[in-house]
C-alpha cells in the first residue's frame, strides 16, 4: 500500500478495538500516525506520537492538532473513529447525560476534527477524511434508539461537509460496518460468532486509503454475512 507510506494520519479513538487494529496496520504500511485517545496510548516507534483527550472537547482536540503538526508537519488524513455506544431499551427511563454522552463523541467528535482537519487541508487542495460511522446509521434498534439517532446525525453531518470539500479536492468516506466483536458490548449476550472482527474493519479503511488520489469513495458498507442470514 505504497499510498500510505509517510502519510500523516490523525486518528481518533486509537487505545483499543477497532481504533488499534487500524493504527498497527497503517503504521505497518509506512504511515505517521498521531493517535487521539481519552485513555493514554503507548507509543513504541518513531512515526507514532499519542495525545490523551476527549474529541468532544474543543480544546482538547485544537491542542491535539497543533501537536500533531508540531510533530509531523501537517495532516492529511483524518479517520474519526471514537465512537460511544450505550443500550437504551428503555427510553422513558434514559438519563440525559447518556444522550449527551454518545451525541458529544459521535456527533460533536466528528465536528471538531473534522473543522481541525480541513482547515489544514483546505489550503493545501488535498486531504482525505474517513468517518466511521456504522450501519446503525442507517437502520434503527428498539435497544439502542439513542446511539442510532447519533450515528444518523453523523452521517448526515458527514455528507453535508463531503459535498462542500469534494470540489476543493478533498475526499470524505463514511465506513459503515455492521456489529463488531470488540469491547462496545460489553458483558451483553450476544452472538459475537456472526460480528465482525476489528481486524475486518481496519482491512476496509486502509483499502479505502489505499485508492488512487482520482478515486473517491463515499460510502461503504459492510456485514458478517452469518449476521445478515440469521
Same mark, same amino acid.
Request: proline content about 4%; hydrophobic content about 45%.
Given at each position: 500500500?505504497?499510498?500510505?507510506?509517510?502519510?500523516?494520519?490523525?486518528?481518533?479513538?486509537?487505545?483499543?478495538?477497532?481504533?488499534?487494529?487500524?493504527?498497527?496496520?497503517?503504521?505497518?504500511?509506512?504511515?505517521?500516525?498521531?493517535?487521539?485517545?481519552?485513555?493514554?496510548?503507548?507509543?513504541?516507534?518513531?512515526?507514532?506520537?499519542?495525545?490523551?483527550?476527549?474529541?468532544?472537547?474543543?480544546?482538547?482536540?485544537?491542542?491535539?492538532?497543533?501537536?500533531?503538526?508540531?510533530?509531523?508537519?501537517?495532516?492529511?488524513?483524518?479517520?474519526?473513529?471514537?465512537?460511544?455506544? !450505550?443500550?437504551?431499551? $428503555?427510553? +422513558?427511563?434514559?438519563?440525559?447525560? /447518556?444522550?449527551? #454522552?454518545?451525541?458529544?463523541?459521535?456527533? %460533536?467528535?466528528?465536528?471538531?476534527?473534522?473543522?481541525?482537519?480541513?482547515?489544514?487541508?483546505?489550503?493545501?487542495?488535498?486531504?482525505?477524511?474517513?468517518?466511521?460511522?456504522?450501519?446503525?446509521?442507517?437502520?434503527?434498534?428498539?435497544?439502542?434508539?439513542?446511539?442510532?439517532?447519533?450515528?444518523?446525525?453523523?452521517?448526515?453531518?458527514?455528507?453535508?461537509?463531503?459535498?462542500?470539500?469534494?470540489?476543493?479536492?478533498?475526499?470524505?468516506?463514511?465506513?459503515?460496518?455492521?456489529?463488531?466483536?470488540?469491547?462496545?458490548?460489553?458483558?451483553?449476550?450476544?452472538?459475537?460468532?456472526?460480528? !465482525?472482527?476489528?481486524? $475486518?474493519? +481496519?482491512?476496509?479503511?486502509?483499502? /479505502?486509503?489505499? #485508492?488512487?488520489?482520482?478515486?473517491?469513495? %463515499?460510502?461503504?458498507?459492510?456485514?458478517?454475512?452469518?449476521?445478515?442470514?440469521?
Amino acid at each position: 500500500m505504497s499510498q500510505l507510506k509517510n502519510k500523516v494520519v490523525f486518528l481518533t479513538g486509537a487505545s483499543s478495538g477497532i481504533g488499534e487494529a487500524v493504527q498497527q496496520l497503517l503504521l505497518a504500511n509506512g504511515a505517521k500516525v498521531f493517535s487521539m485517545s481519552r485513555s493514554q496510548v503507548t507509543a513504541n516507534e518513531p512515526n507514532h506520537r499519542v495525545f490523551a483527550g476527549d474529541v468532544g472537547n474543543e480544546a482538547d482536540v485544537q491542542e491535539a492538532f497543533r501537536q500533531c503538526v508540531a510533530a509531523f508537519g501537517t495532516v492529511d488524513v483524518l479517520i474519526n473513529n471514537a465512537g460511544v455506544g !450505550l443500550p437504551t431499551p $428503555d427510553l +422513558a427511563e434514559t438519563e440525559l447525560a /447518556v444522550f449527551e #454522552q454518545m451525541v458529544d463523541t459521535n456527533m %460533536r467528535g466528528v465536528f471538531l476534527c473534522s473543522r481541525e482537519a480541513l482547515r489544514m487541508m483546505k489550503p493545501k487542495g488535498k486531504g482525505h477524511i474517513v468517518n466511521l460511522i456504522s450501519m446503525a446509521g442507517q437502520r434503527t434498534n428498539p435497544n439502542a434508539p439513542l446511539y442510532c439517532a447519533s450515528k444518523f446525525g453523523a452521517r448526515g453531518l458527514s455528507g453535508g461537509f463531503a459535498d462542500q470539500v469534494l470540489k476543493q479536492g478533498i475526499k470524505v468516506t463514511d465506513v459503515n460496518p455492521g456489529p463488531v466483536d470488540s469491547a462496545y458490548w460489553g458483558d451483553r449476550k450476544v452472538a459475537r460468532e456472526k460480528f !465482525l472482527k476489528v481486524e $475486518d474493519v +481496519a482491512n476496509i479503511i486502509t483499502f /479505502v486509503l489505499s #485508492q488512487p488520489e482520482y478515486v473517491v469513495i %463515499r460510502e461503504i458498507n459492510f456485514d458478517n454475512m452469518k449476521f445478515l442470514a440469521r
